[in-house]
């Protein structure tokens, strides 16, 4: 073996900064470079799959955009729907609130049987401040029983057939009502009007009238049960030379907004109309 | 056969609206009488046949149903009708104008015998109070019903009474 001659002479020179590059690997000595070089490497990993993610988002962004619309199609149905729940549950909340106070009425006024029934029409003629309920002959409604909410009276039933009844309001022209002034207990009578307002009229000169008073049912007639809230004084007219004064009155039912009424059932109208006089020959 | 139940349908639906919507929708004292304006439409059509009974029928159910005598509602939805027939057979060159003249004759028929028949047999009313606070609106919201139905009825009674060439 030639040591001499420059090919061995080379092969030992790497040999021995083979074994020395690796003497000073295993010693640490390379950490420093080794960590560079790592932190290099990741860095360009990084580089390229970043590049590369971007690019299969750009590839794929189409497909992404007809799934995410069809998804948000369905959302949007998803919404819909879920806001017609609630507003079907928000109606049945604020009808399950009504009749809650029907209820409470009811069991407030034990002395009387109810039936519960819902308005479903109004009369067609402006003439005409009537409504037509849902029950009739067969629920045991009677022309004449007298119509009620938690609030107070609201008229009396005017004709029946099997499932429904038309009801009188209390505001119709033809209406006319014996009542009650709480404060000063004093008998007037409670008219309707055209425009649906009411009015009192037929109450004593002597009468001590305040707005604000309460006015009820006071059964004379046999029409209506007594005491049956109808709403109270606004403002009241007394003229000397007329005989009786005169009152406008804030009904206690709101007449526009009529959705569910009590009938009472078992309080018997009087016919008194045999006890008038008639003009004899 | 068509036709008569196009119109049954039409009519029944213009009912429960009346009862359950437009009679609540109301101007002053006054509402609108949509079974009225749809009859009146209908009727100055010059090949609809039929309407007089047509009037008569509504006009009996739409009396049943309200507090109104129902010879009020029968002669005045009768004689409505019958003026929009003679004016449909004048050959009107303006058919709008046609509908309001009737929606106008026709709430002032209904409203007027309304109005004598409670103050003969039911209660005291004000003619000033009555004509500015129920029969004034009530024509009001009649014209604009009939204003917005029109173009609708229009279509519709085209397709239940084609043109025969």
Known sequence: MKINSPRSLQRIVISLVVIGLIALALGGYFQPVNTLFQRLTVDIQTWFSNRYLALVDFLTVPRDVVSLRQRNAELEAEVAQLQTEVITLQQKVADVEILSALLEFARANPQYSYTGATVIGRDPSPFYRYVIVDVGSNNGILPGMPVVTNRGLVGRVDAVIAEAARVQLITDSASAVNVRLQASNTEAMLLGSVTGDLSLDMIPQDATVQPGDIILTSGLGGVYPPNLLVGQVVSVRKLEYELFQQASVQPNVDFSRLQFVLIITDFKPVDITPLIPTPGP | ?165
């Open chain 2, 1 to 165: 056969m068509r036709t008569f139940f196009t119109l049954l349908i039409l009519f029944a639906a213009a009912i429960s609206l009346q009862l359950s919507v437009i009679s609540r929708i109301q101007l002053l004292s006054g509402n609108a009488d949509l079974v009225f304006v749809i009859l009146a439409a209908v009727s100055l059509q010059e090949r609809a046949r039929s309407m007089l009974w047509w009037s008569i029928g509504l006009g009996w159910l739409m009396g049943n149903i309200s507090a109104t005598p129902w010879y009020i509602f029968v002669g005045a939805y009768l004689l409505g009708t019958a003026i929009a027939r003679l004016l449909a057979r004048r050959v009107w060159q303006a058919p709008l104008l046609a509908l309001l003249s009737v929606t106008l004759v026709g709430v002032f028929l209904l409203h007027g015998l309304t109005f004598v028949y409670r103050v003969l047999f039911e209660t005291a009313l004000s003619f000033t109070e009555v004509f500015s606070q129920v029969i004034l609106p009530s024509l009001l919201l009649n014209l604009l019903i009939a204003i917005v139905l029109y173009p609708l009825l229009r279509d519709l009674i085209e397709r239940l009474y084609p043109l025969e060439v």
